[in-house]
């Protein structure tokens, strides 16, 4: 049999774990090994070339920046980010000609008024029959 801790180790059948006399210690076993040698493009030329070692690779994993919660204090010693005053837009004036009436679908829309409208044909009544209006000409198109 082959050496231990190399991927010929594994070929011939030792599969690690409690087997490998490599298993316990500070080297690579038959199995690690096999698996470098499959994902690991510089340890397999070492392997081809003959010069690999069963020593473990140590590879650096890099740590993931953490978001650390601010505490009140340090929330009030950072400086306030300053909002741009945004110009608000003038209210529209509507002209007391073109106000709508009351009876009509836009006066339910404007006056918002229900239940309470001084027509005898209410605002809501107005909109409802547009609404059937407008659903009736659809359907039929």
Aim: aromatic share 6%; with cysteine; glycine share 8%.
């Amino acid at each position: 049999m082959s050496a231990h801790g190399t991927p010929q180790g594994y070929t011939d059948g030792c599969r690690g774990s409690g087997a490998c006399d490599n298993h316990r210690t500070g080297r690579m076993t038959c199995t690690e090994a096999h698996i470098r040698y499959q994902g690991d493009w510089e340890y397999h030329q070492q392997v081809d070339a003959g010069i690999a070692t069963d020593a473990r690779a140590k590879f650096i994993v890099p740590k993931v920046p953490r978001l650390v919660a601010e505490s009140r204090s340090q929330a009030a010693t950072r400086a306030s980010r300053a909002k741009p005053k945004v110009a608000k837009a003038p209210k529209k004036r509507v002209d007391p000609r073109s106000k709508p009436k009351h009876g009509t679908p836009s006066g339910y829309k404007v006056y918002k008024c229900r239940d309470e409208c001084p027509n005898e044909f209410t605002c809501r009544q107005a909109n409802a029959a547009a609404s059937r209006k407008i659903y009736h000409d659809k359907r039929s198109a």
